[in-house]
């Protein structure tokens, strides 16, 4: 039986450990996966074990729940400048002036 890529055979009577990796979801919604050698680990405390397509899927909703709530402070942060902007302008502060203070930008990339 090869040992490695470089067909070497294992010593007689040596037995090559082989890598498990666990699957775990937590309480508070977080992830872990854990490669353990030989297959032998201890559950990490308050962890349910899962399947490697539940964990995929999991960590994919807090992958897009994490961007969703990203897109949302920045646009919470644009409506803000924006309304600290017109303020200044209605003040009778300079167009200029306005955008410096408030970080406010016509630019959607900003």
Do not use: C, K, W
Request: net charge negative.
């Amino acid at each position: 039986m090869p040992f490695n890529d470089h067909d070497e055979e294992l010593p007689p009577g040596e037995a090559q450990e082989q890598e498990v990796v666990r699957y775990y979801v937590y309480p508070d919604g977080s992830y872990s996966m854990l490669t353990l050698v030989g297959g032998a680990g201890v559950v990490p405390p308050d962890a349910t074990e899962i399947t490697q397509a539940e964990y995929e899927a999991g960590v994919a909703a807090v992958n897009a729940a994490n961007e969703a709530l990203a897109e949302q402070q920045l646009a919470d942060d644009r409506a803000l400048a924006e309304a600290d902007f017109e303020a200044l302008v209605a003040a009778g502060i300079p167009e200029a002036t306005a955008r410096r203070l408030s970080g406010f930008s016509d630019d959607e990339t900003s």
